[in-house]
């Protein structure tokens, strides 16, 4: 099948053109600030200051958005930082579902989902909500999430998804293991500990760690010399707490700057000449023009099973 072709099949249109309308999905960091330090983790090679999103940025962006709630598919509120520091979080997910997007979620370390914050979590209308867990032992979750206990973190999973069951929310959780030297021999027991624990609709499941677009200090895996499209430029939108829209999700320091949501839209910037030329350079097998994406490995590495 012809990249063009294969690339608008897995976005669900008729044509590549479509996709021209808005991104289908959006990643936004509501705040840049971590509590912890992971070793697979770009945290230590921020350039930019900690931050948090404006209410009048992300007023704007919920605004736009909600023109277009019938196309976008899912707005994941996180990237970076630790969603949870916001402590507004929950309120932007009762923005963007009195909104009709279709699909609210994002990703945590779980080491501040304290009972009272699930609660209120459930009762937002979130959509999905995905848990990083890194090991089954203490030693190893704790070598590899730094600055988090191991013991606090299952705790507070377990609790949300039994408060969950009893609230009969319709939240479905995402348990991820990233797999390394340091934890994959972990894998079995990871997934008989948590296939469990969870329900019909949630999943639990391992991926191989990733290079960030070979920006990641220290990391060992071979880069992939694949000349095939990514999908991203097509199909997903970030934005930094700061406004700042970089090329895609590994662009933690907007190496690639393609515009700001302080001086331009949604649409404007992903109709621009930076989006159009960098999906010019993938459909004509030129990504490693482009520094970011030579040799990068976020779409590629193997997926292990996902058990549900």
Same mark, same amino acid.
């Given at each position: 099948?012809?990249?063009?072709k294969l690339l608008a ?122 848990? +990083? &867990? $890194? ?7 704790? *070598?590899?999430?730094?600055? /988090?206990?191991?013991? %606090? ?29 340091d934890n994959k021999h ?13 329900? +019909? &609709? $949630? ?7 990733? *290079?960030?677009?070979?920006? /990641?200090?220290?990391? %060992? ?47 404007? &910037? ?39």
């Open positions: 099948m012809q990249p063009d099949k897995r976005l669900g249109i008729d044509n590549l053109c479509q996709a021209d309308r808005m991104p289908k999905y959006f990643e936004i960091e509501t705040i840049r600030d971590c509590n912890a330090k992971c070793s697979m983790c770009t945290v230590g090679q921020w350039d930019s200051k900690k931050g948090k999103m404006s209410n009048d940025l992300f007023n704007r962006i919920v605004k736009e958005t909600a023109l277009h709630s019938d196309w976008i598919e899912t707005i994941c509120l996180s990237r970076n930082g630790e969603p949870l520091l916001d402590n507004n979080i929950s309120n932007k997910i009762i923005m963007l579902k009195e909104n009709k997007i279709k699909k609210v979620s994002f990703s945590t370390n779980a080491s501040l989902l304290s009972e009272k914050k699930a609660i209120e979590l459930l009762q937002t209308g979130l959509d999905e909500i995905n848990f +990083s &867990i $890194d090991g089954t032992t203490k030693e190893t979750f704790e *070598s590899i999430r730094i600055g /988090l206990n191991f013991e %606090k973190v299952v705790n507070n999973c377990l609790r949300f998804i039994e408060l969950r069951n009893q609230m009969k929310a319709k939240t479905s959780v995402r348990i991820r293991m990233v797999l390394q030297d972990e894998r079995d027991d990871f997934i008989n500990f948590w296939v469990p624990k969870v329900s +019909s &609709i $949630d999943s639990v499941y391992s991926k191989i760690m990733h *290079s960030w677009g070979n920006q /990641l200090d220290d990391y %060992k895996q071979k880069k992939n010399p694949s000349i095939e499209p990514c999908i991203s430029p097509w199909s997903t939108m970030i934005v930094h707490y700061d406004g700042k829209v970089p090329l895609c999700g590994c662009d933690f320091n907007n190496k690639h700057l393609m515009g700001d949501l302080n001086s331009a839209t949604i649409a404007e &910037i992903w109709k621009s000449p930076d989006f159009k030329e960098t999906r010019n350079l993938h459909i004509q097998g030129n990504r490693n023009n482009i520094e970011l994406c030579t040799g990068c490995n976020i779409w590629d590495l193997e997926v292990k099973e996902v058990y549900s």
